[in-house]
Each structure stands twice: as C-alpha cells, then as structure tokens.
C-alpha cells in the first residue's frame, strides 16, 4: 500500500545542514503494524511526517496505493491526511478549551462531515470513554487523554493510524490500555505506524524498522501477516477524495470556522475584550461625533428656513459712503412705488416691504424693549412666520392701518407668562395693539434672539409708529432659485433707473442673495462633519491596529494548536479564513457595541447640555461597515501568518 523509492530529506538550521533521510526505500503493506524504532535524530519522525505528508521530501517518490504524492500541494496534502491518515501524538494535543467530543469532532470540521457528529460520539465509546464527553482535557488523565486523541484519529475512518511515541507520557497501565487499543485497531483492518524508543512497546508489532543516521539499519518481521479484512486503497480512491474536495460544503464549513473562532474567543476573554473594547471605542467616536455634526447641521437648516427659500434682499443705505460708516436709508430711501415696480418683474414670487426699529412693550404692570419690525402680508410665508397660534395680518388690514400685532415666543413669555397672549391688548411706544397671533419659535443666533420680536402691518408701523415715509427695505422671492442671479442684476438696473442713480452711487444700496448666506453654512457645517469624523476615525483605526496586535499575539500563543489543525486536515486556507474571522467577529461585535455606546453618550449630551444632537442612519451604517473592513484590513496580515506556519516547526512549538 506504502512505497518510498530513494527518499532524501535535508534540513537547514542557520548554515548548518542537517541530513535527516537518506535513501531510504520502504514498502509497508495493508494491514501491517509497523513499529519504526531508532535514537533521537536517527530520522524516524521525519519519515513519520512524509508518511502523513505533513512534510515532502526533496527528492524521492512516495506512492500510496500506486499514486504519487510526493509533489502534492498545501490543500490536496491537507485532503489526503484528512481522509486515510489518522495521526496519534506523544504530546496528545487536544485543545484545551474543548471538550473530548469538540476535540475528536475537529477532522469532521475539516472534512465538511460536522453532520456525522454521532460517529465522534461512537469513536470515544469505542475507547471507552461514554462516561467523559463532556469533559476537557484537565478533566482528564494522560491515559484517557491519549485515548481521546487516538478516538480523533479514528473519526474519519482513516486507513492508516501513524503513532508518535503514543506511550512516552503515559504509566505502565495507561501504556499498556494504548497498546492494546492499537492492536485492536490493526486486527481490524488498520495499518498502524508507530514511532518509538520502547523496545517492549516495538515488540507489539509485526515488524520492526531500525533506523540510524537517517537510513533504514534493519528491517525485520516478527510475525506473518495474518488474513483478515483490510482497509486499502486505491489510485481511483485517492483521485476520488482529491476530487471531492473541491465539493465541501462551504457553508457548513463557514458555521464551523465561526463556531471555532467563538471558542477561541471566549477562552481568551481579557484579550478579546481588549480588542473588542478599541473598535467600540472608535466607533462610538464615529457615531458620536457625526451625530454632533448632523445637529449641528439641523440647526443650522433651521436657522436656514427663517431665512426663507430664493430670497433676495433690497436695503437702503449703505454701509459705508466715502469710508464712513452710515445708517440704513443714508443716501437712497425706497417707496412703495419701488415696491410696486419690482413686484412686476418677471420671476418674482412675491415681495413685501418692511422697516425695523426699536419700541417699549407693555401690558399691565410688564413692559419690554424689543425690536419692531413693519412687513406686508406676504411676509410670514416668505420668511417661515406662518404664526404657531393664532393667525397673520391681511393686506387689506395693511392697507387700512391696523393696530394688529404678532409677537415672538420670547415676548409671550415675558408679558404673558402661562396665558395665552392671542386677543389681548398691549401697547407699543403708547399705542394699543391687539395680539393675533405667536410667530413660531426660531430660537437665538449669534446676532440676536430671533423670538424677541414684533411684527406689524408695514403701513401701521412706518405712518403710527415710526414717522416714517420711506422704506427700509425690500424682500423679494423668486419662483426659482435658478434665476436669483438674474433677477437680481434686473432689480438693480429698475432701482438705478428709478432713482437716476450713476456709477458713484452705485453704494447707496445694498442687494444680498440669502441663498450665498445659505451655502456658506451649508459649506461650514460639511467641513465641521468631515473634521469631526476625521477624528473619530483615527480613534477606530487605532481599535484596528489593536486587533491586529492582539490576533499577532494570538498567532503565537496558538501555534500548537495550528500545526495540530494542518495534522489532522485544515489547509492553509482553512486557517486563514479562521483566524480572518476570528477578527471580523471582534470587530463586528465592538462596532455594534460601539453603536449602541456611541448613540447613548449622545442622548446624554442632549439630555446634560441642550445640544442638538442627531444620530443618523446613515452613521450607524458607516460605522458598522468600517469597523467591518478594519476586521478584515487588521485581520488579514496575522490570519496570513497564521496559515504561513510550517505544521511540523508549529507542532514542536514552545
């Protein structure tokens, strides 16, 4: 079943090389016990290795039921061990934090067979351990650990079992159990290789191999092969399994690998919630940090709206004339031909003119210096005034002069406390003014508080209240925001017109395009956001760089447990995809946590500061994809190490 033809196999240690086989032919036939005995160095582990193709030779050819394996690759390798090698080590190596079922389920998970878990079951009662499923390997003595680790062996029905020194740690009992075992297991078919220094133990087998310096001393039978069924194979059975293993289940394979990297995870709590605690970090940062700067930006879109939408503004005056600072209506005074005139330009949605000055509030035993503004009807929807009780003016009521008046939140506070101010009387500069309506709360900004006003008919504040026969200025809509720069250049020419004005007074008023104001803002808040998540997202690119730190770590603690997983079939492949999820679920896991953090700090700062603050689904989004991608970015490089390592240097591993 076994041939070697003329095996060569040569280490390097630093410039020192180390001859390890040399020439070595063999034949080993179905069904045999093999006992393969020699000093320490002689080559006996080497040749064990290529036998279970956990290592090639240099040159050399190795055939298994007349097929060629000696330059087979990392996963068609894995295949092979995986399905008729069963391998049985000195050192037992079970994974700690398993228990004997998870451990001799592990070559299931690599073979695609997690579905066939009662043949784990039927493998351990087969060695006599019913009794110690679910125990871990502390649980258990070295006997019963070995007979653990030879049930995992066993699990895929291999036809050949390879033993390391299976009875180096064990007691005389202990040791003769395992040897009785591995008789049973070559009466029944198997052909068993055992390495080993116990002449007593060699003496078990059929045939005893002497090696020495790499090359094969002595070869002799110590009994005849007896008849019985054996478990053999073939070149079609070996292309078979070849051919299947490109057919393994992925899926299944895929919850096994995550099933995997939970344990890993759970059995180095500290050092997972370390990671985990960065990403959480950063993305709470994320998410906290955005949801400031979209508050932020809300604000400001409110602010935005009691600008009102296509608004233009026409003030008198300007602000400087020949380097002196002056007041509104300085040199050019509006009218309400002027008003007239604009309004019939063609874009124009609507118009009101309006003028401002200061006035004393009061009302019974209360009184109140604010701002008095004069507007037409049209006012309250071109500025966002629509009031939140009550109702607006009428033109008609600005044309008649009414005494009507419509007061900010801030006032109705002042005068009226609790009451509602709609219907009451008040007097403004000596005047009584009936209250119809609360303008709607637009809060303060860095100018003024924008609630401590008071809106009245335009005609009533300039002719009543003011002495006024000129107007301060002009808002003027447009239907489209396309056309503002064109209708502004027409406003200016009908004013220049009107007024005869020339290119030296061309200063003697002032046309503005609120929507410049708008885009500034819009452009400030923008910046402000990105800065905001800049930071945040160093915070998350330092969690990364922790990930990869602690997976580096964990490469190195798990050495053992990596060469053990290539023994017993995972290719490089199998665990790098292990170790890269193994990352990705941190990740994932303090992304989501760090949602939640990150969302609840900023419900606090709402509820501690009055900051607006704003999570958006947009940030929840980002932040859980990012920290997804930091798994995979962070994750990639130890996963890669991880699957790099030689299975033999990674079994010896200290």
């Not at 995870?265 to 959480?280: F, T």
């Not at 600008?307 to 602000?319: E, Q």
């Not at 220049?496 to 008023?509: A, G, Q, V, W």
Request: net charge neutral; glycine share 10%; proline share 2%.
């Amino acid at each position: 079943m076994i041939e070697l033809k003329n095996i060569y196999k040569t280490y390097k240690m630093g410039e020192v090389e180390v001859r390890a086989l040399h020439n070595v032919s063999l034949k080993i036939s179905t069904g045999e016990f093999v006992a393969i005995m020699g000093p320490s160095g002689s080559g006996k582990s080497t040749l064990m290795h290529i036998l279970g193709l956990l290592d090639h030779p240099d040159s050399g050819s190795y055939l298994l039921g007349g097929r060629e394996l000696s330059k087979l690759s990392d996963e068609q390798s894995a295949v092979i061990r995986n399905r008729f090698v069963g391998f049985i080590f000195q050192q037992f190596h079970l994974l700690p934090r398993l228990t004997a079922l998870e451990n001799v389920e592990l070559p299931l998970v690599y073979a695609g067979k997690r579905h066939l878990i009662q043949k784990a079951r039927e493998e351990i009662e087969k060695v006599g351990l019913s009794e110690r499923l679910t125990h871990r390997p502390n649980e258990l003595s070295g006997g019963q650990q070995q007979r653990v680790a030879i049930a995992r062996s066993l699990v895929n029905d291999p036809i050949i079992i390879l033993a390391d020194e299976p009875t180096g740690n064990l007691d005389s009992k202990s040791k003769e159990d395992i040897i009785g075992v591995l008789k049973k297991l070559n009466q029944e078919g198997k052909t068993v290789v055992i390495v080993t220094h116990e002449k007593e133990v060699a003496q078990h087998a059929q045939r005893i191999i002497l090696f020495r310096d790499g090359e094969i001393v002595s070869d002799q039978e110590q009994g005849i092969l007896k008849d019985k069924t054996k478990a053999s194979v073939s070149v079609a059975g070996i292309e078979q399994a070849l051919a299947q293993s490109g057919r393994r289940i992925q899926g299944v394979k895929f919850l096994d690998y995550c099933r995997e990297a939970g344990f890993a995870m759970i059995s180095h709590k500290m050092r997972s919630v370390l990671s985990i605690l960065g990403v959480l970090i950063g993305v709470a940062a994320v998410i906290a940090m955005l949801a400031l700067g979209e508050g932020a930006k809300a604000s400001i879109e409110e602010q935005l709206a009691s600008l009102g939408s296509n608004l233009i503004v026409v003030r008198a005056g300007s602000a400087k004339v020949h380097g002196i600072a002056m007041g509104a209506g300085a040199v050019t005074r509006f009218t309400f031909k002027d008003v007239d005139i604009i309004a019939k330009l063609s874009g124009v949605k609507r118009i009101s003119p309006a003028v401002t000055g200061r006035g004393q509030l009061v009302y019974g035993n209360k009184n109140w210096s604010t701002q008095i503004d004069g507007a037409d009807a049209d006012y309250a929807q071109m500025r966002a005034y629509e009031p939140a009780v009550g109702r607006f003016f009428t033109s008609y009521e600005v044309k008649t002069r009414e005494k009507l008046a419509v007061i900010g939140t801030t006032i109705a506070r002042e005068l009226f406390g609790e009451d509602n101010p709609v219907g009451s009387t008040m007097k403004i500069n000596l005047i009584n003014f009936k209250i119809i309506g609360v303008l709607p709360s637009k809060g303060a900004n860095s100018f003024h508080d924008q609630d401590d006003t008071v809106i009245i008919p335009v005609t009533t504040a300039m002719y009543r209240v003011f002495g006024k026969d000129y107007i301060d200025s002009i808002f003027v809509e447009a239907e489209d925001p396309k056309i503002i720069s064109d209708l502004m250049d027409e406003i200016t020419g009908v004013i220049t017109k009107e007024h005869r004005l020339t290119k030296n007074d061309e200063d003697s008023f002032q046309i503005r395009d609120m929507s410049d104001i708008k885009k500034t803002l819009e452009a400030t808040t923008k910046t402000m956001s990105l800065l905001l998540g800049s930071i945040a997202a160093i915070s998350l690119l330092v969690g990364g760089i922790g990930i990869m730190n602690i997976m580096l770590v964990s490469v190195t603690e798990r050495t053992r447990e990596i060469g053990l997983r290539k023994a017993i079939g995972a290719n490089n492949r199998d665990i790098m995809i292990q170790f890269l999820i193994e990352a990705i679920m941190m990740s994932l896991i303090g992304g989501l946590s760090g949602v939640a953090l990150g969302t609840g700090v900023s419900v606090l700062v709402t509820m501690f500061t009055g900051w607006s603050v704003r999570v958006s689904l947009f940030s929840v989004i980002l932040a859980t994809v990012f920290s997804f991608i930091v798994g995979i970015v962070f994750g990639l490089w130890p996963a890669k190490q991880a699957s790099r390592l030689d299975s033999i240097e990674a079994l010896r591993y200290e």
